[in-house]
């Protein structure tokens, strides 16, 4: 069981991430990231698997190939209906 602090904390960190909490909650937010390591640690794993993601995304275009059986696939799926 998490503490209940640490549930709101976990909670409300995407909101905390994207900058839109209100005033005092970012700043109760990151008092509690500053004293709770559970959390923090959370966080920053949390942070460099987003970090992956987004590289991923931007080095991945999708190859014409790919694309040609995507095509293909909604091609007969639409003949076969
Ligand atoms: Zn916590």
Do not use: V, W
């Amino acid at each position: 069981m998490l503490p209940p602090e640490c549930e709101t904390a976990l909670q409300q960190l995407d909101a905390f991430r994207r900058g839109e909490l209100a005033a005092e909650e970012m700043a109760s937010m990151r008092g509690h990231l500053e004293a709770c390591r559970r959390c923090l640690a959370f966080k920053q794993h949390e942070e460099a698997f987003l970090d992956r993601l987004l590289t991923a995304a931007q080095s991945c275009t999708c190859p014409d190939e790919l694309r040609t059986t995507i095509y293909q696939m909604i091609a007969k799926e639409s003949r076969d209906n």
